[in-house]
């Protein structure tokens, strides 16, 4: 009967010791073959408890909590600006998993966003401040708008948006000084019953939102005495019987729809 030999694997040289290195408890700094580098606390040749991580490539250091190689409880995550050549925090939170998940604030030269997170994903209640003046505050699912909000507008800017450790969004907003928007949003947009204030003319829309745009509801005048820029002429009065209706016939057309 013939002798079968196993096949040997052939392990990089570095694999072979860094598996025969077995690291636990507190180690001084540790480098990679890529020039990364690892200060801090190990169990079982992962990274666990608390340490700081250095990527060469990218020159971001992290510096919290792990757990079994990953990010895992508090920690701090800073990027090198290449202009000034000076670590700034980019997040700061709880993390889970290597992902950022819970209570955490993430910062950008043009915004910040303070609130809850899941697997990397604005998720939960949180406000997003926009250097401008521009602020949205109220629920998110999956890095979007979801939920109920409120948001007010600053004035026309080409922002960038805080979306995730690897790059961020841009994003075009339009509109007057102090104009702000209380309602319902869906997938980054207003969509159900909402109140837009246009504080700059002094009137009010309430209706229904499908996709951002305004589909049917009421137009009235509010704080018009007192506006910036108020409209010529006062709202008319409506004489329709049963506006009510009108307004719930209007919107079934909308809802049939969705």
Known sequence: MPFLKKARLNLPRSTVLDNRAKKSGL???????????????????????WGTQEWKS?????NGEWKFGKHDGYGIFSVLRPDTKKYITQYCGEWKNGMKHGHGSFFDVHAT???EWSEDNRSGWGRLTYKCGDLYEGEWLWDKEDGTGVIQFGKLFNSLRPNDLKGL????????????????????????HGKFYYADKGLIYEGLWVNGDAKCGTLSDSGRETAPYPTKYPIPQVTLLDIQRVLRDAESVYVDES
């Open 169 to 192: 969004t841009f994003e075009l907003r339009r509109s007057p000084n102090g104009n702000w928007y209380e309602g319902c949003w869906k997938g980054g947009k207003k969509n159900g």
């Open 58 to 62: 990218s020159g971001a250091i992290y």
């Open 27 to 49: 180690r001084g700094t540790v480098f990679s073959v890529n020039g990364d580098n690892y200060t801090g606390e190990w169990l079982d040749n992962k990274k666990h408890g």
């Open 113 to 115: 966003y303070e609130g």
